[in-house]
């Protein structure tokens, strides 16, 4: 293994320009609490501390992390897309993500190679479903001001060789101290290193829970609230023996978790130009539309297969168990949670799912992540919470 690592640490030498920068800029740092980047259960990827090896003259600023193409690339922490260049520019695919722990992390050299050898890759083969389809609609390069978010552990690119086609395939992971590319690099691999010790690695097996699924640890946050609403029939799982914890929560499924919660009436969901006859949850979309729990996206569309934000999440629950706001006000969150303004939209019902225990709030607790989308695992926690609540 060290020699096939060195070997393609020697290849690695042409990488151009963007994937180096000057000595001074550079800082070995501590650990980052950061999942593992790479999808690889089977332990396909490799890499070692080629941080500030020389690049004729540049200085290394990254970890490579070496593997097959297409392996899929996660969001090391969550955070919003800050720079993702379109078309593909000489230096190839790159995604740039300011996390929500005020690092910036940069993910370089995607897969711009068809799978079927047929030539250059399309944009879903690229980047994850949700990235592409941004990326398209707005035809050029994305910014943090798209306001594009992602999850820990969420599903963004895939793994390939773009720019350096001449190097084996390979992840060039980047951390920088603040959302700046000019402020100081910081050494990932003891991060990197901690998060494999700890099988913190999208697509890692845990020990089958009692719902039947690998990738959910019955240790974790939110493993026992998975588990008893999955035995309950409220949520459901991605595939036969996965939940996938990690992935964004759309409104389809929130729609019939809430549906299946309170026992609601079946609506006629193609009320909504985007809900047909067929549609699995439309039953569920009209009985919460008719409940005025959760209504449409706007234009007419209710977004089945869009994302909810933990800020949007708020309201639904107040709307769904009846939360009583007491004597708390938007004012009451702003006093709890450092980023939740007094005057938000969702401010007084962040305020009174705290006071109801659904949510304690994310990272240290100080902060309330509204603009982080509600993931699968998450919800589980939030429901569970909620029918407490509402006793």
């Not at 800029?25 to 501590?30: P, T």
């Not at 993702?84 to 897969?111: A, V």
């Not at 700890?198 to 699924?213: H, N």
């Not at 949520?235 to 929560?249: A, F, H, I, S, T």
Request: net charge negative.
């Amino acid at each position: 293994m060290l020699q096939r690592c060195l070997a393609l640490t020697a290849a690695l030498l042409l990488i151009p320009a963007l994937s180096a920068t000057p000595a001074a800029a550079h800082h070995d740092g501590g650990i980052i609490d950061l999942t593992y980047p790479v999808a690889d259960p089977e332990g396909r990827t490799s890499f070692i501390d080629d941080f500030r090896h020389s690049r004729g003259e540049r200085i290394h600023g990254a970890t490579d992390i070496m593997g097959p193409k297409h392996l899929r690339i996660h969001a090391a922490v969550g955070g919003t897309v800050s720079f993702t260049p379109y078309p593909e520019p000489s230096y190839g695919w790159l995604l740039s993500i300011n996390g929500d722990d005020g690092h910036m992390y940069r993910y370089l050299h995607l897969n711009n190679d068809a799978r079927d050898g047929s030539g250059r890759a399309s944009l879903e083969e690229t980047f994850a479903p949700k990235i592409a389809e941004a990326i398209r609609a707005k035809g050029t390069t994305l910014q943090a001001s798209d306001g594009i978010r992602v999850v820990r552990g969420e599903h963004i690119a895939y793994l390939g060789d773009s720019g350096a086609e001449w190097a084996p395939p390979h992840l060039h992971f980047e951390i920088f101290a603040q959302h700046s590319q000019n402020s100081t690099r910081i050494n990932p691999y003891e991060s990197l290193r901690s998060a494999l010790q700890r099988g913190d690695v999208p697509g890692a097996a845990f020990p089958q829970s009692e719902a039947g699924f690998v990738d959910v640890d019955p240790n974790g946050a939110h493993g026992a609230a998975i588990d008893r609403l999955v035995s309950a029939g409220v949520l459901v799982g991605c595939g036969p023996d996965r939940y996938c914890p990690n992935d964004p929560l759309m409104r389809g499924h929130l729609a019939t978790a809430i549906a299946v919660v309170l026992d609601l009436p079946d609506g006629d969901g193609t009320r909504f130009d985007d809900v047909d006859a067929n549609h699995p949850y439309a039953a569920e979309i009209g009985a919460v539309a008719d409940a005025r729990i959760l209504t449409g996206y706007g234009n007419g569309r209710f977004g089945a297969d869009r994302p909810l934000s933990r800020e949007q999440l708020a309201s639904v629950l107040v709307d769904a168990f009846r939360l009583d706001s007491g004597s708390v006000t938007g004012a009451t969150a702003a006093e709890r949670f450092t980023d939740v303004s007094p005057n938000g939209a969702h401010a007084h019902n962040i305020a009174i799912t705290h006071a109801k225990g659904l949510t304690v709030g994310c990272g240290d607790r100080t902060r309330y992540c509204g603009r982080q989308d509600v993931t699968r695992g998450q919800i589980a926690s939030f429901l569970e919470n909620g029918i407490a609540a509402a006793r």
